[in-house]
């Protein structure tokens, strides 16, 4: 605190992004210094804002408010962690130029300490102009000015009280008030202020109603706007920071209050520390190969320029969205978020903001590699006949007896919901839990899971890092492309994201792994088969046509590719097996041109009656690598699934009267 003065509360420091090949591919930097505002350019009203919503006893205490600490303090210890702030205007500034984001009871006790040093040496008027000038605003932005200029394209003396109202709403929550990505929540939060203010007699009625019905309207100015790779590592940089710093990452809640609770404290922490990323001096260093994220970039362009058709705000109405993941690293070294094209605006990344419905592409990872676990074999016979009340298959013909090898290669639907029987949706939805995929809830309790019917669905880059965990002998590797970050000193603060954690059995995910390859070998992916690698492989396509599917992986690389629209709608000649697997086959290709032919490990095959199911020889399944039937899986190297009970599965029957006589018709 010492080295203190008007100028710290300007400063900034440049973070830096670099490719596999260590070459830089973007600066990160904010633009406050452009920005800056003295107190007497900040409007009256707008100050009276921020001390209305954010400490309404601004000018009456000496940095904290010790009342607010003592509540947040006993609500903390009832949950056994830090989910309560109570931060004055001065503690925030305080945190937000001094420390870092960490989520301690340290960095709060110093936290208090400087906020009390700050209130001897400013006053009250300049404390609130280094808040106003410094608080983060989203996408980049640091203070009102900056905020006002991107979101509106006019300075802020040019506001009225609605606009100033909406952009005094957003640094609360700077994600979840996000006027690109939330616009309807950041006008949610507009009136909320307004109600405040209108409730502290600080505007008249006339104006709070007028400000009430003023209709807000996005008009940033023309900005170089970050990529489908930079708005990636953004987002994977800050979750790497903010897991350093011992923030848990969480996918379950034990009721609503509980999510929206984890919720609060989630927004305002990435909030905190993705702005670190503007000012703090980093260098980020990831996996991406810009040669192949160029490659996948332009072959999605391509294979998707036969629609020109925009919406009303320009863009494409047909999308595509891939990511590709180095089995080696478990790193992603490329992403595409959609396609090419010239607009203002926040970039959307389809690839890890989007979450669509999976259809068939989901049964390996869900499914198959479950069902496997709980000790079948992939020449088990199973009956693909028509049900009542359940699913259809794509053509609706069905193929009686079968194999599980022949169901995923074939994609039938029949036999995937059987199996969810057997297993159950709420144990099958473990997987996904243990992957972190983080749109899962309790209403996914329901059989339609077993051909893709979600109430959200996933993203691709949570698809690719499920197959890449089938790859990897069921061992799961958090997706990031950040493989380490320095601090401005040149520090290591976080390194290469580990080895991971088992969620499949090694011989389940080799089993999967050969039944998708006989998929693409003999079944409806025959298409996708490639000259230079082998390869394993499922497609997807929802009802209607609306989304499209390619997932699959040779030894070296995990590449899954969507197809659809932003808002879901009927495509004519779309599926998994059309527009997304030119893309993949395409790109999967061209990545392998020079690479030794790799195969994927086998597993000694039993010698099943196609009839019955029966194994001919009981010794063989002695040594089988994988299992048979009911019991416990014969894991030789210590295997086990992360955090997933798999015991007591059984064939249990499941009572699906309740759910009608829909037909359910995710296509394969």
Known sequence: MSNVSLDSFRQTETS???????????????????????????PDVLKKMFVQIEDKDFYNHSGIDMSAIIRAALANVTHASIRQGASTITQQLAKNMFLDQSITWNRKITEMFIAMELEKRFSKDQILEFYINNIYFANGYYGIEAASEGYFGKPVSELNVSQLAFLAGIPRRPNAYDPFTNYDAAVERRNSVLKQLYAAGLITSLEYYEAIEYDIVINSKKTDRYNYVETYVFYCATRALMEQDGFVFRTEFTDKDDEDAYKEMYDSTYAEYQKSLFTGGYRIYTAIDMEKQELLQNILNQELKFSEDTGDNGIYDLQGAAVCIDNETGLVTAIVGGRTQEYDGY?????????????SAIKPVLVYAPYLIAGHMPDEIIDDSYMPGGPK???DTYRGLITLTEALGYSTNVPAWKIMESLTPETAIQYLHAMNYAKINDDEHNM???????????????????????????TYRKPTCVSRITNSKGENIVNNPGEGYSVYTKDASIMVTKMMEWGVNHGILQKAKLENAIVAAKSGTTNDYKDGWLAGYSKYY?????????????????????????????????????????????YQDNAVDNNSG???????????????????????????PHGVDVSGRGDKDVDVSGMGDKDYDYRG
């Open 614 to 640: 029966d194994i001919h020889d009981e010794k063989e399944t002695e040594t089988h690598p994988g299992w048979h039937g009911g019991g416990t899986p014969n894991i030789s190297d210590g295997d086990t």
């Open 448 to 474: 339609a899971i077993s051909v893709g019917g979600f109430t959200y669905g996933v993203s691709p880059v949570e698809l690719a890092a499920g197959y890449a965990t089938l790859e990897n002998n069921g």
């Open 16 to 42: 830096i992004i670099y490719d596999i090949n260590g070459k830089e591919i973007s600066a990160l930097s904010g633009i406050k210094e452009l920005y800056y505002l003295e107190s007497d350019e900040i």
């Open 558 to 602: 995990t590449t899954v590719v969507w197809v659809g629209c932003d808002q879901p709608k009927s495509v004519l000649g779309l599926g998994g097996g059309t527009f997304p697997l030119n893309i993949w086959k395409k790109y999967m290709e061209i990545i392998h041109e020079g690479l030794p032919l790799e195969e994927f490990p086998d």
């Open 393 to 395: 298959n794509v053509d």
């Open 347 to 359: 970039m959307f990344n389809r690839a890890y903001q989007a979450y669509r419905q999976p259809g």
